[in-house]
């Protein structure tokens, strides 16, 4: 991987769960690693059931994120990529240095 197809610009967020006004809790996503460069490869698109009350079908849609290696990064969190939020659904650190770091991700249904 040269860092010439780090090209993309994205951002990583991880959920923030504070207490509210009333007591309730209340979940934010905040900027973990506000501006980062990837190389970006969109892999394949489905439809499923939604989960929601509503039901119906959602678009969903699979792509991997290559970044530089950066420690923290976790399945609890996600990718923000041209408007579109995708969960992180695996981190590879994949090769030996651990230089660099794979993240498989996917749109839908998800809690953004």
């Given at each position: 991987?040269?860092?010439?197809?780090?090209d993309?610009?994205?951002?990583?967020?991880?959920?923030?769960?504070?207490?509210?006004?009333?007591?309730?809790?209340?979940?934010?996503?905040?900027?973990?690693?506000?501006?980062?460069?990837?190389?970006?490869?969109?892999?394949?698109?489905?439809?499923?059931?939604?989960?929601?009350a509503?039901?119906?079908?959602?678009?969903?849609?699979?792509?991997?994120?290559?970044?530089?290696?950066?420690?923290?990064?976790?399945?609890e969190m996600?990718v923000?990529?041209?408007?579109?939020?995708?969960?992180?659904?695996?981190?590879?650190?994949?090769?030996?240095?651990?230089?660099?770091?794979?993240?498989?991700?996917?749109?839908?249904?998800?809690?953004?």
């Open positions: 991987m040269h860092s010439q197809q780090l993309k610009s994205i951002q990583i967020q991880q959920c923030q769960v504070s207490k509210g006004v009333s007591g309730g809790i209340v979940k934010a996503w905040i900027p973990f690693l506000p501006s980062v460069y990837a190389a970006v490869r969109h892999l394949s698109g489905n439809e499923r059931q939604a989960t929601s509503g039901g119906g079908q959602v678009a969903q849609a699979r792509a991997e994120f290559t970044i530089r290696s950066r420690p923290g990064v976790t399945e996600r923000l990529h041209r408007s579109k939020t995708y969960n992180i659904t695996h981190v590879n650190p994949f090769n030996e240095r651990g230089a660099w770091m794979l993240l498989t991700c996917e749109t839908g249904v998800n809690d953004g």
